[in-house]
């Protein structure tokens, strides 16, 4: 078996060789996850609760251990990564403890036509779920599927980035190690994308994929033969939304910190700012004032380095796009990529046509620009492409509610950003190049079980419309009866 080999974003040298899985491995693993899915449904919803809690709790006991490797493999501080490690033990241990009350069956109505049947809704597990997960949040991000998969009563295949390979066999291994009767639950394979697209074709029931748009239809493509389907998260490009009485420190402060944390390596991260014509340029200020702060750079600067090497070229060509369009830098520019890392850059009065506006930057850079008034601020956030998160600013928590309700998002922040990403009970998603379907929360837990509906005769029906035995004049003037109580009420 071919490998390749994982190299540090800051300096460039080897830190480890893995394997490349191809097609018949993979399709090797998802067989011996059947068998151990089987096992995994056996154990009821209290015995996977306790066994999912028991990984936690040594994933907990083990998070510098894990938050080194992620440094490692992503160049990010580790102190970020300590902080992405504990927002998946949140998700992991609301999944474990909420999962039965989600999924399991009730009593739902059955409506008057059909008061003799009880009807009963309940979900089961889908088999084997797929996981490619992305190298920016090479924990967060793939547990938010994983974990909820595996709540739900499935078996799981993880392929990370081949960037931050060594944190996927971690998971599985710590999973193997904290959960010794249920090997092969959660398994790792490796490789480029090749292996990705080995998972798609290889027969999963269901395909978790987070990446960019264009990998995101190569992956339903593939997936598209077999009817296999897709979670697709695709990054976003989130607007922030600053009305007049907003608290202008406070925008600032969460700015910066939307924008530049991660260098900017975020899907959900902030990429727009639109704010009202009386603030805007206090806002600028403050804005850069907080931002010229911050130094990258490892292990002692607030943010890292790109680490897939060739982000620094797109996000070089998005500020000289954004200037030669007539956009200003009141703090930094193209001279701040200085690989692998990027020094915090601040444009303002952006063309809204600028790649800077329309595509994802993935960089510490954050657009700021002037907007008449709040429905102008909207009209501009929803015009994009993406539709994953967003956030509002105002001095009224009611009339940032108000602002939120017309966006399209899948998920929005008043007063703060990403305020969504640390509660598991709210589902995460997008649309449009964000992608489709949601995990998190309850909706997550679903989004990897299938619905199931049964309904249990209690009694025989006055007028029985599902047998040849009722006499039709009988039938017809109980159809009769039921059109006209429709017509009327």
């Known amino acids: 078996m ?9 300096s460039g040298d080897v830190l480890s060789e893995h394997p490349v899985h191809g097609p018949e491995e993979v399709r090797d693993t998802v067989v011996r996850g059947r068998g151990a899915a089987a096992v995994w449904a056996g154990l009821g919803w209290a015995g996977r ?9 040594a994933l907990a006991r083990r998070m510098d251990e894990l938050a080194a490797l992620v440094a490692r493999e992503t160049g990010k501080p580790e102190h970020d990564a300590r902080a992405e490690v504990l927002l998946a033990l949140v998700h992991l241990d609301w999944a474990a403890r909420h999962a039965r009350r989600v999924l399991r069956m009730r009593q739902v109505s059955s409506g008057l036509l059909s008061v003799h049947q009880r009807a009963l809704l309940g979900y089961r597990p889908l088999g084997v779920i797929g996981v490619i997960g992305p190298w920016n949040y090479p924990v967060y991000t793939p547990m938010g599927s994983i974990g909820y998969a595996l709540a739900a009563g499935n078996a799981v295949v993880f392929k990370p980035s081949e960037l ?4 996927g066999e971690f998971l599985a291994s710590s999973f193997g190690e904290a959960v010794p009767d249920c090997a092969d639950l959660l398994q790792c ?10 998972l798609a074709l290889s027969g999963v029931d269901k395909v978790a994929f987070t990446g960019s748009p264009g990998t995101a239809r190569k992956v339903a493509a593939a997936c598209a033969g077999t009817l296999t389907p897709l979670l697709a998260e695709c990054g976003g490009k989130d607007a922030v939304i600053v009305g007049a009485d907003a608290d202008l420190d406070a925008v600032a402060e969460a700015v910066v910190w939307g924008a530049m944390s991660n260098a900017g390596q975020t899907c959900a991260g902030v990429e727009r700012v639109y704010a009202v014509a009386s603030v805007h340029e206090e806002l600028c200020g403050r804005v850069v004032r907080a931002a010229r702060a911050l130094s990258p750079g490892t ?4 943010y890292g380095p790109m680490t897939l090497p060739g982000q620094l070229g797109v996000v070089e ?3 000289k796009e954004a200037l030669a369009g007539g956009a200003r830098a009141p703090l930094g520019g193209p001279e701040s990529v200085r690989g692998p890392y990027v020094h915090p850059v601040v444009l303002v009065d952006v063309p809204e046509d600028s790649p800077a506006m329309t595509e994802e930057t993935f960089g510490p850079v954050v657009a700021v620009n002037r907007v008449a008034d709040l429905d102008e601020a909207v009209a501009r956030a929803n015009a994009s492409a993406y539709g994953l998160g967003a956030a509002v600013f105002t001095g009224s928590r009611a009339a940032g509610l108000r602002v939120a309700r017309r966006l399209d998002s899948g998920a929005v922040s008043v007063n703060s950003v990403l305020g969504f ?14 992608g489709f379907g949601r995990i998190h929360g309850a909706e997550g837990l679903r989004a990897f079980a299938a619905a199931r509906s049964v309904t249990v005769r209690r009694f025989a029906p006055a007028v029985d419309l599902t047998s040849f035995a009722t006499p039709r004049e009988k039938a017809a003037k109980a159809v009769e009866l039921g059109r006209r109580l429709h017509a009327r009420f």
């Open 2 to 10: 071919s490998t390749f080999a994982v190299r540090s974003p800051v």
């Open 299 to 302: 292990p002692d600067g607030e």
């Open 421 to 434: 990403a640390g509660v598991p009970s709210l589902p995460f998603g997008g649309t449009g190049e964000s």
């Open 317 to 319: 060509r998005h500020m």
């Open 49 to 57: 609760r306790d066994r999912l809690l028991a990984w936690k709790r």
């Open 164 to 167: 931050t390979p060594g944190v």
């Open 189 to 198: 394979v490796t490789g480029p994308g090749s292996t990705g697209q080995a």
